[in-house]
């Protein structure tokens, strides 16, 4: 069944891609209770680069629910909101934008925001975001040039209030990211441990690095520590042990 269901979902990703022709599908994620499946598009020209499929275990099959304009530029992440009712969506020049979602009907409750965050400007790219268990925190991270909310820092953290505003805590200068290396992967751990990974092309190769993180704000100036790991990270997957 499970494989199945994976040969399936490859051929949808397959059939998306034909439908929306240059569009590609970059990143996507399940809600917890796996009832939608939350897709961000690359290379968007006309076309809405943020969509949502609902899952019918019955027929093995996807349908989609809605979608969003992002805006004119490639949208990179996408993750739902631990409790299902808000998707945050990181792109190109956009920064962060956080969609109410309503799980009984499959529709985000409305197109605009019910928050935003600024990255910086048309060379800045969110590249992944990640929210604590709780949802209470989201740390995003990207590259390009970084001038928004966490200045030039290319690693930071919001503090996600009440569903209508995203606050700063706290940011960090990644040792080795520059203008042309970027913070790709992000995944904590019990909250308290934030392991980073991206692509470089100078000082440690594709390090893994390690925040320790408590109360909204990073302990200590430097990570915790860090593993050479190869060119690019692109994805961390933890252990649940």
Request: proline letters at 3%; charged letters at 15%; aromatic letters at 14%.
């Amino acid at each position: 069944m499970v494989r199945n269901r994976l040969i399936l979902f490859m051929f949808f990703l397959f059939v998306v891609n034909r439908v929306y022709g240059t569009d590609d599908t970059y990143r996507f994620d399940w809600s917890p209770n796996g009832d939608y499946l939350a897709m961000s598009v690359f290379n968007v020209s006309n076309y809405d680069g943020i969509r949502v499929y609902s899952f019918d275990r019955t027929t093995n099959s996807l349908t989609i629910t809605d979608s969003l304009h992002y805006g004119h530029a490639n949208v990179w992440t996408v993750k739902w909101h631990p409790d299902g009712n808000y998707l945050a969506v990181g792109g190109r020049s956009e920064g962060v934008k956080i969609y109410s979602f309503s799980g009984s009907t499959g529709k985000f409750s409305q197109t605009a925001p019910v928050a935003t965050g600024s990255y910086g400007g048309s060379t800045s790219d969110v590249w992944e975001v990640s929210w604590t268990s709780t949802g209470g925190y989201l740390a995003v991270g990207g590259g390009g040039s970084p001038s928004g909310d966490f200045g030039s820092n290319e690693l930071g953290i919001y503090r996600f209030d009440n569903g209508t505003s995203l606050v700063v805590t706290d940011s960090r200068d990644v040792p080795y990211v520059s203008a042309t290396n970027v913070v790709r992967s992000l995944e904590w751990k019990d909250d308290n441990y934030l392991f980073l990974g991206g692509q470089v092309t100078s000082y440690e190769l594709g390090d893994i690095i390690v925040y320790k993180f408590r109360d909204g704000k990073f302990i200590g100036g430097s990570p915790l520590s860090y593993k050479e790991g190869g060119t690019v990270i692109c994805s961390i997957s933890l252990h649940p042990e």
